[in-house]
């Protein structure tokens, strides 16, 4: 992360919304949009900016699935633990992920290659069980093509 | 008038091969000379599943499936140059649906405001605003269309914009419940993305019906496109004078604005939304009073979803009478559901209401994905729902009927469910999604579900108690009746019906230690067959608690006692010799 950059980025956000009202979300959804998670440091600044107690700010973060703490992997993939995905054994393709790179969900390879996620729903039922790395969707997918699929990730 | 032809991008055997057909299309299209003849407009669903590429040609209307490279070609000189159709590509699209919600979607391009509107798109708003002139006459048509809310309570919906409508103050907010959190459910995203100036329409109607002057778009930050479409919708409309100030002349003036989801499931709950779009946590407050009285910074305010809002603009421009001829006595018009499970034809459909489960399942979505194995249920209604078994399926789905059964028609997630399936494993699966989901600001939610969760637990691990069921059953009492929100009072419905059609099957799993449809895995037992062994011993290597013992003459048995159900010694076995009990 460029820190240097912190206070610009953080100002055009905010000018975009501090005019309008119940805001708050938006403008953390522009940071994280910017830096992939959203960083301590900004939270803070943001606090003194908004004039807003950071504990707002962190109850907030913390109460949505939705805004991270950490910073995400170069890669980051969500496997599908949707109701379809499910019965069509997400449940194994979230076993072989966790085996071959050694980390459990919401967490980051040691290398800082691979970011694991569990979802809810992808919103593509069609395709269950569907596993998703960074933009790309995965449908179909078996638990034997998983190590195959993540060599193509550098 | 030039052809556009509609490509499906969502499908798995596009993007499986990683062929990106859209270019392709393209230079086949600037190849043949037709690059000036024909778009190409990519959209996510047309309601056509597992058949590979799908294309649709228009204005000939005419659908291919299973397109293959080489087909290309010939489409582009048959149909698009020549208007021919060709018979061996055409799909047969299914005969009981009914698209009134998804009318538009794969059929206009999203992001063209006057392909909407040539497709009769704004028409509703026309009227409302020019022709009826009055508040009371719009909802005066949307109660003549019986038209009720989608999202899963399936309130009328002239019933709450009237509320709000009689309020007097000051300011009014008109909201759309765009943050479809229910798993397995999907429509929400498929009208925002393919028709989203129905909802933009619906929206303006609804804030001019309720005398509202600004309107939110809440929409989940996880379907990007979605929002990207709306913008566009907005940005268009606005340009149109079909927002803004003095809409089309009439006096009426509405702004609208996006707010993003951040996934939280419980901000379905109309509360809770208000206060994720006032930037707070997403926590329910007691009701009443209710937001059609004081909602968004404490204004009367009226949420509608997304799938509501979409059916509007044709009630207003056909009339509300149009509506009401479709359906059952006390629910009127269709419903999306969003098929999914052990199906042949996964995806959305929609329906009238009336019709029954045995028709969506065996002939609008092709009957179920393995054949020989039978139907044990049908889920309806997501984690607020339950499940209705196969004797039932005969049952016209409506609001009433699926009440009556035990479950609810919810926002349209419908899960089929075969032999193959665990009911007490189904049951900790929407329970678990509740405990997660559980914003925990009251006790019986948040620690009721919990307990629940845990007994579920003991049960699928074999250590459950007859006792345990009743305990179930008192937990699941207490949450209906005190939860604060719709989240916790309808937590343990998954439970209560699995239990109440499948009781068998927990007992089966307290009192004789097995799990029917052999999913729990501490139930289950691996056992080596003799026949098939090859005495390799790859399994003794690969089992982590070396419970498995013998030798290459005598053949392996594996240790009930020291086996931990892992499951290595299965996926290591090269002849399938290792079976689960």
């Known amino acids: 992360m460029e820190t240097k950059n912190l206070d610009a980025d953080l100002e055009r956000i905010v000018k975009k919304w501090k005019d309008k009202k119940g805001s708050l979300i938006m403008i953390l959804h522009g940071m994280q949009n910017l830096y992939g998670y959203v960083p301590r440091e900004t939270a803070l ?35 599908c633990l949707g109701t379809a995905c499910y019965l069509k054994g997400a449940a194994d393709l979230i076993d072989e992920v966790k085996k071959l790179l050694e980390i459990n969900e919401g967490e980051t390879t040691k290398d800082g290659l691979f970011h694991l996620d569990v979802v809810r729903c992808l919103g593509c039922c069609g395709l269950a069980p569907v596993m998703m790395i960074d933009e790309k969707v995965y449908g179909k997918v078996q638990r034997k093509q998983i190590a195959e699929i993540l060599q193509n990730y550098h | 008038m030039p052809h556009k032809i509609i490509l499906v991008k969502d499908t798995g055997a596009v993007e499986n091969k990683g062929v990106d057909f859209n270019t392709m299309l393209a230079n086949q299209l600037r190849d043949s000379g037709a690059a000036e003849k024909a778009s190409i407009v990519p959209v996510a669903d047309i309601g056509v599943y597992d058949k590979g590429l799908v294309l649709r040609i228009l204005p000939d209307n005419v659908t291919y499936s299973n397109v293959r490279e080489a087909d290309i ?30 009318k538009n979607c794969g059929l206009v391009d999203p992001d063209s405001i006057d392909d909407y509107i040539r497709a009769g798109g704004y028409q509703g708003l026309r009227k409302a605003l020019l022709e009826l002139k009055s508040q009371d006459k719009v909802i005066e048509e949307l109660k003549k269309s019986g038209l009720r809310g989608r999202g899963g309570a399936g309130f009328p919906t002239w019933m709450k914009w009237s509320t709000a409508k009689n309020q007097k103050t000051d300011q009014k907010y008109m909201i759309c419940n765009g943050d479809e959190g229910d798993p397995g459910a999907y429509m929400d995203r498929s009208v925002l993305e393919g028709d989203p100036h129905a909802v933009v329409e619906g929206m303006i109607i609804a804030g001019y019906a309720i005398g509202a002057s600004k309107g939110y778009l809440y929409i989940r930050a996880e379907y990007p496109l979605a929002v990207k479409r709306i913008e566009k919708a907005l940005e268009d409309a606005r340009e149109y004078g079909l927002l803004g100030e003095n809409i089309l002349e009439s006096g009426f003036t509405y702004e609208m604005e996006i707010r993003l989801g951040a996934g939280a499931f419980v901000c379905g709950e109309e509360t809770a939304l208000i206060a994720s779009v006032e930037g707070k946590r997403g926590t329910p407050k007691p009701r009443p009073p209710f937001p059609a009285v004081k909602g968004l910074w404490d204004k009367p305010s009226i949420i509608n979803n997304v799938e509501t809002l979409a059916a509007v603009p044709q009630i207003l421009s056909n009339g509300g009478d149009w509506l009401a001829k479709i359906g059952t006595a006390t629910s009127k018009g269709t419903k999306v559901f969003a098929i999914t499970g052990k199906i042949k034809n996964s995806g959305l459909v929609e329906v009238p209401m009336g019709i029954t489960l045995r028709e969506i399942v065996f002939e609008v979505a092709g009957g179920l994905l393995n054949p020989e194995k039978k139907i044990k249920a049908v889920q309806t209604g997501g984690p607020s729902g339950g499940v209705i078994p196969k004797d039932f399926l005969d049952t016209p ?17 419908m899960i089929v469910i075969d032999e193959t399936d665990c009911m007490v494993d189904l049951a900790k699966f929407y329970l678990g999604f509740c405990v997660d989901e559980s914003c925990g600001k009251c006790a019986p939610c948040r620690i009721g579900g919990y307990q629940m969760l845990q007994l ?15 305990k179930l059953k008192r937990i699941a ?14 937590a343990a419905n998954p439970v209560l019906s699995t239990l109440k059609y499948f009781e068998d099957e927990y007992k089966a799993h307290i009192v004789n230690k097995k799990c029917p449809a052999g999913k729990c895995k501490y139930l289950l037992m691996y056992k080596i067959g003799e026949d098939k062994c090859k005495r390799c011993g790859v399994c003794v290597k690969n089992c982590p608690t070396q419970a498995i013992s013998g030798n290459r003459e005598k053949g392996f048995t594996i240790d009930q006692v020291k086996c931990i159900k892992c499951g290595n010694c299965t996926e290591v076995c090269k002849f399938e010799a290792v079976a689960k009990e």
């Not at chain 1, 908004?50 to 496997?79: C, Q």
């Not at chain 2, 579920?456 to 009743?470: T, V």
């Open chain 1, 45 to 79: 600044k943001l606090s003194q900016t908004l004039d807003v107690p950071l504990a707002r700010i962190y109850e907030v973060i913390t109460f949505y699935n939705y805004f991270k703490l950490e910073p995400p992997g170069k890669h980051n993939i969500s496997v």
């Open chain 2, 73 to 102: 070609k010939k489409i582009i000189e048959q149909t698009v140059l020549a208007g021919k159709i060709i018979e061996e590509l055409s799909h047969d699209g299914r005969d009981k649906q009914l698209r009134i919600v998804l």
């Open chain 2, 397 to 413: 789905v409506d609001y009433e009927n699926l009440g009556k059964l035990g479950s609810i028609m919810g926002s349209g997630g």
């Open chain 2, 456 to 470: 579920l637990n003991k049960i699928s691990n074999g250590e459950g108690e007859l006792a345990d069921l009743d």
């Open chain 2, 477 to 490: 009492y207490a949450m209906q009746k005190a939860s604060l929100c719709g989240l916790g009072q309808t």
